[in-house]
């Protein structure tokens, strides 16, 4: 299943700000996944603290967890996507216009 995420906080909790940009190393190391979890794509937009990302993983549980550290920092949504592109060559449609 694959989910995209939003994830911001800002200045006041950012861990590069607090921390220095060594601390941040362990603040993405989420971007890395884990067994449950494979991140497809991370992205980030700095000035506005904001974070965006495709992720495919069996349950939004492992999503949850994955991301459990960010929840501190400020808002995370997590919404389950569908694979257009896939749907679109599923149906038999792919090349057709």
């Known amino acids: 299943m694959l989910f995209h995420i939003s994830a911001q906080h800002d200045h006041s909790t950012c861990t590069r700000v607090l921390h220095g940009p060594e601390a941040a190393k362990s603040g993405q190391a989420w971007v890395e996944g884990n067994d449950a ?7 980030g937009h700095p000035v506005s ?15 949850a967890s994955l991301l459990e550290f960010h929840l501190a ?9 569908s694979d257009n592109v896939q749907r679109r ?9």
């Open 37 to 43: 979890v494979e991140v497809i794509g991370a992205w």
């Open 49 to 63: 603290h904001r974070s965006f990302a495709v992720l495919k993983a069996g349950t939004f549980e492992d999503v």
């Open 73 to 81: 920092m400020g808002p995370v949504e997590v919404l389950p996507v």
């Open 89 to 97: 060559k599923d149906m038999g449609y792919w090349g057709e216009r």
